[in-house]
């Protein structure tokens, strides 16, 4: 009896979990996406700080994984009509979405290299990684986001 109450009581937290990330991406995806970019931001900075210092490269394996979950999260923040309001997506977003998945995959793939080099210890190769994984985000804002 008790155990069906508590199963019960997760299964209503996960629909609750559910229904409240839906509202993110359907209230306001714009922020939802803004709030990503701002993490995968914050996120680079750290790696950066890391590769200046030349390590410890083991602080990259968190920082990756964080990018990698943000990179998947984010192209479901472009619903159709979120081109109009404060946004700097340009309408190519909606126009060639294979191209924006594209770019987006670029950016996963160059992460998942990101966290093989940090997980190598060799920071030689995260450098590079980084200055790759970087590379793919300037690839699509330079395509997909307003200047
Ligand atoms: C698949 C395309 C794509 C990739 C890859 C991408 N971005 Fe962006 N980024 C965008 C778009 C589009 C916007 C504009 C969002 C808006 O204003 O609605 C944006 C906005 C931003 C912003 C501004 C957020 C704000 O506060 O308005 C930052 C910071 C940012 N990106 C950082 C990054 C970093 C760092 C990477 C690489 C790790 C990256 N982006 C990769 C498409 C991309």
Partial sequence: MQKGLIVG??????????????AVAQGDPIAARKDNRKQAGAQMKAIKGI???????????????KLKELS????????????????KALPVVWTDMPGFTAANKAEAAAIDALAVAAASGDMAKVGEAFGNAAKTCGACHDKFRAK
């Fill in 9 to 22: 009581a997760i299964g209503l937290a996960l629909a609750g979990a559910l229904i409240g990330s839906v």
């Fill in 51 to 65: 590769v200046d210092a030349k390590g410890p490269a083991s602080g990259v394996v968190p920082a990756a994984a």
């Fill in 72 to 87: 998947l999260a984010f192209p479901a923040l472009f619903p159709a009509g979120s081109d109009k309001g404060e946004t």
